[in-house]
């Protein structure tokens, strides 16, 4: 008996199975991105998804690594037909290769759900199942999260970054109005393809890690069940990180754009004067200029 999920089935009516897509953005990973494939496509896992019927793939969006992350990819593609690269001339950032990435899969690959997952190893594809039967159970947005019971980030992250990741969060939540989700910034998630098609990815006009927090505004404001698993976050231990000080502005100013106007629709609903109109209207201005 097919069991019944709540926005659509999962099942596909031609053979019963799931299609899932992977989307990993990379730029010089190529320390990395062999290591990533393998525990993906591990014997246990390829067991665990033939146990659910999950056919799954996985896109990659280079942007043009100058380290040969591309020709790792291509390499091993010879001998793995799920594996699919996108290549793009320039670097502009993660959230741009997550919208370049989703819509390309969302036409090509067509699947049933999507992930968002780092290249440097930091999540564990031992994961991926237990988020999976979340969306099975009935969730439309799984995030892989640091931050609640079972969750947690390395023992050697200093004060620094743990200082950054923590306010980055608590500022999300708080400047959203995000009270139920605990983990806002991490990049571990599955979601349905049903909901994801609902939102206009061009429009988000995002190009930093910031996309990580509009996706999920997106996903609250399209009323999502959005559901937590707990995931221990590792560090990457080849390479270096791509996070620089522009994401985070980028960060604060679209995160105080997107609140900033939620609340003013919060306002314009309530019955206000003309002259406050008139204010709101020249905030609204200024704001877009951000």
């Known amino acids: 008996m097919v069991a019944k999920f709540k926005n659509y089935c999962l099942i596909d009516e031609l053979g019963g199975t799931i299609r899932v897509s992977m989307i990993i953005p990379t730029y010089n990973e190529s320390l990395n991105i062999k290591k990533l494939l393998d525990s993906i496509y591990d014997k246990k896992h390829l067991e665990e998804y033939k146990k659910r019927n999950i056919d799954m793939t996985v896109l990659m969006v280079d942007d043009s690594s100058p380290d040969g992350t591309a020709e790792v990819v291509k390499e091993y593609q010879k001998n793995n037909s799920q594996i699919y690269l996108l290549i793009r001339q320039n670097k502009e950032g993660l959230g741009a290769a997550y919208i370049h990435g989703m819509t390309h899969a969302l036409s090509t690959i067509k699947p049933h759900i999507l992930f968002e997952m780092d290249a440097d190893l930091s999540h564990n594809p031992k994961y991926i199942i237990p988020m999976i039967d979340k969306i099975r159970a009935g969730a439309d947005f799984v995030i892989g999260s640091r931050y609640i019971k079972g969750g947690s980030i390395p023992d050697n992250w200093g004060f620094s970054r743990k200082m950054i990741s923590g306010t980055a969060n608590f500022y999300a939540r708080l400047t959203l109005g995000i009270r139920n989700v605990h983990d806002c910034t991490g ?104």
């Open 187 to 290: 990049g571990f998630r599955a979601m349905r393809a049903s909901i994801l098609r609902r939102i206009d990815l061009q429009s988000l006009n995002i190009k930093g890690y910031v996309f990580q927090i509009s996706l999920l505004n997106e996903m609250v404001m399209h009323k999502a069940d959005i559901r937590e698993v707990p995931i221990a976050f590792e560090d990457r231990t080849n390479g270096t990180s791509k996070m620089r000080f522009s994401d985070i502005f980028e960060l604060g100013m679209v995160v105080l754009r997107i609140g900033a106007r939620k609340n003013l629709a919060r306002f314009s609903n309530t019955g206000i004067s003309s002259n406050f109109t008139d204010k709101r209207k020249d905030i609204q201005r200024y704001l877009i200029r951000y």
